[in-house]
């Protein structure tokens, strides 16, 4: 897939998993054409992948073509004026359509200086004449100080553009809650729009333009949407990866960023951290010194440098939610209740109990207020008026690391004597799976292959092309362009896998990798393969390419003449698997 607007992950291979919330969204959008589709708010805390998300979807959209024109505008987090907003939101509206429309996405960074008047002679010299009108009406109203106008004007021009052109649009709208928070109707941004989300209550009901929106604090954002667009919005909450998308993801990171891990360490990495996206991505960026995610202590030693030093990047995250629910709080009220609801994560507590044991005294509707602004930022959890703390062992660490009772002690040796146990439990856990049938034995083994791919095999060229049978004479390992797993598009049926695809204009690599101690591969997965990968083919428009199945336990008496038929290249040597190379760079 190509990459439109810039996605903010970097690497878009970094981009993995969420195939469960990629399939849902790609069918609610399909759902937009019948202007069937109801807006949407995704929810979850920060650096969980909504953006990523939302951009990867953006991209798709666009690549597809489907006659959907897409939208992504981000509220930033800062003061801004509302005229600013205006101007921001509809020259990225108008941009992103140019690019859409005319297939040249280089209209989508492509303004900065321009002005309106720039823009409606693009849309005129692209015969897009409706939105030039628009945007000549919104100039003007920016030109004579209206203001007020303006943001109804630009608001409603996705879904007035999609309406004139006989087609839909998606409006992508990222960290929504801001726009109650850092828009101000004046320049001096003296006067805050508290309402200011308000104003979609009624252009968010069109199907043939509807909302997805995000929000980061959840607690804001759905304040925002009760109150102000009650029964507008769907709620779709973004869940942590399952275990084996958090593994894919690991490994992922380990060959992109550099930092090599174990079957092993990766399998504990996925659990320790719940399949927080966010978490494994903090492991990699770590500045703990030293690093080490290839042994238990040095996994451990990591978790506890991002948990617990002050320039840990998931303790300043977690610590920015803090911040923000504590002024509006008694700070020790605030800091005994989450401490206390920490403290028995396992079930909800209800008013009463914190009252009785935190001895505070005060009426109900005091409690729920202080409550209320804890609930906000998102470091407790509430049902029916009981609460919980965060279900989230490294949170628990983060907050009694700065207000436990006894903090030295705690940091000093309290939370590594957690985290021992922790990963002892988890290991324990692991060794329980691993054997023939560890379903993760496959996964390690086209990491350390990929890996080979990208760092050592065009270096190291006759030493792996001997390890191979039946590659074309003239074949060369080269530095590929992009080296990964490849999964078929969402909703193209039938959904198909393949474990690795090496892209170079040379000659691009497509395997299977079969990691197994005693089943021979045999003729029927070879044609298995060979029918996926002639479909990669098709798809990913590929050149000149070689097929290859590795595999660990050997073949089948008659699969390899099959192969040499096929013009498959093959190869059972465990030198592809030499885990010593992870550690040269």
């Given at each position: 897939?190509?990459t439109?607007?810039?996605?903010?992950?970097g690497?878009?291979?970094?981009?993995?998993?969420?195939?469960?919330?990629?399939?849902?969204?790609?069918?609610?959008?399909?759902?937009i054409?019948?202007?069937f589709s109801?807006?949407?708010?995704?929810?979850?805390?920060?650096k969980t992948?909504?953006?990523?998300?939302?951009?990867?979807?953006?991209?798709?959209?666009?690549?597809?073509?489907?006659?959907?024109?897409?939208?992504?505008?981000?509220?930033?987090?800062?003061?801004?004026?509302y005229?600013?907003?205006?101007?921001?939101?509809?020259?990225?509206?108008?941009?992103?359509?140019f690019?859409?429309?005319?297939?040249?996405?280089?209209y989508?960074?492509?303004?900065?200086t321009?002005?309106?008047?720039?823009?409606?002679?693009?849309?005129?010299?692209?015969?897009?004449?409706?939105?030039?009108?628009?945007?000549r009406?919104?100039?003007?109203?920016?030109?004579?100080?209206?203001?007020?106008?303006?943001?109804?004007?630009?608001?409603?021009?996705?879904r007035?553009?999609?309406?004139?052109?006989?087609?839909?649009?998606?409006?992508?709208?990222?960290?929504?809650?801001?726009?109650?928070?850092?828009?101000?109707?004046?320049?001096?941004?003296?006067?805050?729009a508290?309402?200011?989300?308000?104003?979609?209550?009624?252009?968010c009901?069109?199907?043939?333009a509807?909302?997805?929106?995000?929000?980061?604090?959840?607690?804001?954002?759905?304040?925002?949407?009760n109150?102000?667009?009650?029964?507008?919005?769907?709620?779709h909450?973004l869940e942590?990866?399952p275990?084996?998308?958090?593994?894919?993801?690991?490994?992922?990171?380990?060959?992109i960023?550099?930092?090599?891990?174990?079957?092993?360490?990766?399998?504990?990495?996925?659990?320790?951290?719940?399949?927080?996206?966010?978490y494994?991505s903090?492991?990699?960026?770590?500045?703990?010194?030293?690093k080490?995610?290839?042994?238990?202590?040095?996994?451990?030693?990591?978790?506890?440098?991002?948990?617990?030093?002050?320039?840990?990047?998931i303790?300043?995250?977690?610590?920015?939610?803090?911040?923000?629910?504590?002024?509006?709080?008694?700070?020790?009220?605030?800091k005994?209740?989450?401490?206390?609801?920490?403290?028995?994560?396992?079930?909800?507590?209800?008013?009463?109990e914190?009252?009785r044991?935190?001895?505070?005294?005060m009426p109900?509707?005091?409690?729920?207020?202080?409550?209320?602004?804890l609930?906000?930022?998102?470091?407790?959890?509430?049902?029916?008026?009981?609460y919980?703390?965060?279900?989230?062992?490294?949170?628990?660490?983060?907050f009694?690391?700065r207000?436990?009772?006894?903090?030295?002690?705690?940091?000093?040796?309290?939370?590594?004597e957690?985290?021992?146990a922790?990963?002892?439990?988890?290991?324990?856990?692991?060794?329980?799976l691993?054997?023939?049938h560890?379903?993760?034995?496959?996964?390690?083994?086209?990491?350390?292959?990929?890996?080979?791919?990208?760092h050592?095999?065009?270096?190291?060229?006759?030493?792996?092309?001997?390890m191979?049978?039946?590659?074309?004479?003239?074949?060369r390992f080269?530095?590929?362009?992009?080296?990964?797993?490849?999964?078929?598009?969402?909703?193209?049926?039938?959904?198909?896998?393949?474990?690795?695809?090496?892209?170079?204009?040379?000659?691009?690599?497509?395997w299977?990798?079969?990691?197994?101690?005693?089943?021979?591969?045999?003729?029927?997965?070879?044609?298995?393969?060979?029918?996926?990968?002639?479909?990669?083919?098709r798809?990913?428009?590929?050149?000149k390419?070689?097929?290859?199945?590795?595999?660990?336990?050997?073949?089948?008496?008659?699969?390899p003449?099959?192969?040499?038929?096929?013009?498959i290249?093959?190869?059972?040597?465990?030198?592809?698997?030499?885990?010593?190379?992870?550690?040269?760079?």
């Amino acid at each position: 897939m190509k990459t439109y607007l810039k996605e903010k992950i970097g690497n878009p291979e970094l981009f993995t998993g969420r195939k469960r919330e990629l399939t849902y969204f790609l069918n609610w959008t399909e759902g937009i054409r019948r202007e069937f589709s109801m807006s949407t708010a995704i929810l979850s805390r920060r650096k969980t992948g909504k953006t990523a998300l939302m951009q990867r979807l953006y991209n798709m959209i666009f690549e597809r073509d489907m006659g959907i024109v897409p939208f992504y505008f981000e509220i930033r987090e800062a003061k801004q004026w509302y005229g600013h907003l205006c101007e921001n939101f509809f020259m990225t509206y108008a941009y992103q359509y140019f690019a859409f429309k005319t297939r040249r996405p280089e209209y989508i960074s492509g303004w900065g200086t321009e002005t309106f008047d720039d823009a409606a002679e693009i849309a005129r010299k692209e015969g897009f004449d409706f939105l030039a009108s628009i945007i000549r009406g919104v100039g003007k109203l920016q030109e004579q100080g209206k203001t007020d106008r303006m943001w109804d004007a630009v608001r409603e021009t996705p879904r007035r553009v999609a309406e004139h052109d006989g087609e839909q649009a998606l409006q992508m709208i990222d960290e929504f809650q801001f726009l109650n928070r850092f828009v101000y109707w004046d320049r001096e941004k003296r006067h805050k729009a508290e309402d200011f989300a308000g104003s979609y209550l009624h252009t968010c009901e069109y199907k043939n333009a509807p909302l997805l929106i995000s929000g980061s604090w959840v607690g804001w954002l759905m304040d925002d949407l009760n109150t102000m667009l009650p029964g507008r919005f769907q709620y779709h909450h973004l869940e942590n990866l399952p275990e084996d998308e958090c593994v894919e993801m690991t490994f992922r990171y380990a060959l992109i960023g550099g930092a090599p891990v174990t079957e092993e360490t990766a399998c504990l990495m996925a659990q320790v951290t719940e399949g927080n996206p966010f978490y494994i991505s903090a492991m990699f960026r770590s500045k703990c010194p030293d690093k080490d995610l290839t042994t238990e202590e040095g996994l451990r030693k990591t978790l506890e440098f991002e948990t617990l030093h002050k320039e840990g990047i998931i303790r300043g995250t977690w610590l920015e939610y803090v911040s923000s629910a504590f002024p509006k709080v008694n700070e020790t009220y605030a800091k005994d209740i989450v401490l206390y609801l920490s403290g028995h994560r396992d079930r909800f507590v209800s008013r009463a109990e914190l009252k009785r044991h935190l001895g505070l005294d005060m009426p109900d509707h005091q409690l729920d207020q202080k409550m209320d602004a804890l609930l906000k930022s998102d470091i407790i959890e509430e049902n029916r008026f009981q609460y919980r703390g965060v279900q989230d062992n490294i949170f628990d660490k983060v907050f009694r690391s700065r207000y436990a009772d006894d903090i030295d002690k705690f940091v000093s040796k309290g939370a590594s004597e957690e985290y021992k146990a922790l990963l002892e439990k988890l290991r324990k856990r692991y060794e329980s799976l691993s054997g023939e049938h560890n379903r993760y034995k496959g996964a390690f083994a086209e990491f350390v292959i990929s890996h080979h791919l990208v760092h050592a095999a065009h270096r190291e060229n006759d030493r792996f092309r001997g390890m191979m049978r039946n590659l074309p004479d003239d074949f060369r390992f080269v530095a590929y362009e992009s080296v990964r797993q490849y999964h078929s598009p969402p909703l193209h049926k039938p959904e198909f896998q393949l474990d690795i695809f090496a892209r170079a204009e040379e000659c691009s690599l497509i395997w299977e990798v079969k990691h197994r101690q005693t089943t021979k591969f045999s003729i029927g997965e070879a044609r298995a393969f060979l029918k996926k990968a002639e479909e990669l083919v098709r798809l990913e428009e590929v050149g000149k390419h070689a097929l290859v199945v590795f595999s660990s336990a050997g073949f089948t008496r008659e699969t390899p003449d099959w192969l040499i038929s096929h013009g498959i290249a093959w190869t059972e040597d465990d030198g592809w698997l030499d885990t010593s190379l992870l550690m040269k760079r």
